[in-house]
């Protein structure tokens, strides 16, 4: 019996699957996740907390002193209430969660290829910190948030990995979907984001907001890239963690 005729059918079937996933997915990223007015909340929002975070940076070192596991706890559940919100607001719209918190890893390589991908990027953005320098706005109100003792040292790990699961998934995950979806513009959605998340540390001074917008954008890429927030999650929570623990053995 002769299959050739059927094996040629299969493949062409199945080129032309891959090619309906693959328009698919190319088309899906100029989709928003959410409504227009929910984005427009999730900025008042965030506007709000970052003003009043400019407000309280300069107070930073009275108000942490004796006081920085409440000061740890609040930051946490802020940061879960915005990822809550704007979770909230996806599911609302009908769309997926994984496109804001990225699919599931499903094998161990698939972690491990992320981890590698994280690294990577942290070992750049160190790099980049080394050559444009740390300067801040209030050099005395950052050191007054390190950790001091075994209890603030994990709670600060806690609060590294909120940070970096919290923030990748608002500001890549959804801010960068939703402005690639207005813009119909891959680099301009990731300009944009990067320029909000540069704008909400302005009250660390212009310099590091800079860096931290220069940082935003390379983040959008590899988000971009892969497809996937997850690696920027393990590289945004290794640094905060590596960097509070470095600052705290000075």
């Not at 008042?44 to 970052?50: A, D, E, R, T, Y």
């Not at 704008?199 to 931290?212: D, E, N, R, T």
Request: some cysteine; proline content about 2%; glycine content about 12%.
């Amino acid at each position: 019996m002769d299959t050739t005729g059927v094996r040629v059918g299969d493949e062409v079937a199945g080129s032309s699957q891959a090619g309906d996933v693959k328009a698919k997915t190319s088309a899906d990223i100029y989709h928003p996740v959410a409504s227009l007015w929910h984005t427009a909340l999730v900025l008042l929002v965030q506007g709000v907390l970052s003003y009043r975070g400019a407000i309280r940076f300069g107070k930073l070192p009275a108000l942490a002193e004796g006081h920085r596991v409440a000061l740890y706890e609040r930051t946490m559940i802020s940061e879960w209430m915005m990822l809550g919100l704007v979770l909230a607001g996806v599911w609302w719209h009908g769309s997926s969660l994984l496109t804001v918190l990225g699919e599931r890893w499903r094998s161990l390589g698939q972690f491990l290829r992320d981890l590698g991908i994280a690294i990577l990027f942290l070992m750049v953005t160190i790099a980049i910190g080394s050559v444009f320098g740390h300067g801040r706005g209030d050099e005395s109100a950052s050191r007054s948030l390190l950790p001091q003792g075994p209890t603030e040292i994990w709670l600060w790990v806690a609060l590294s990995v909120t940070a970096g699961i919290c923030e990748e998934a608002i500001f890549r995950g959804y801010f960068q979907r939703q402005f690639i979806a207005a813009t119909k513009n891959v680099p301009a959605g990731i300009v944009l984001s990067a320029a909000m998340f540069g704008a909400a540390h302005l009250y660390q001074g212009v310099s590091h907001a800079l860096q931290i917008g220069l940082l935003g954008v390379m983040g959008g890429i590899v988000a971009y890239w892969c497809n996937s927030v997850r690696p920027g999650m393990i590289a945004h929570s290794l640094q905060d963690i590596l960097g509070g623990l470095v600052q705290h053995q000075r």
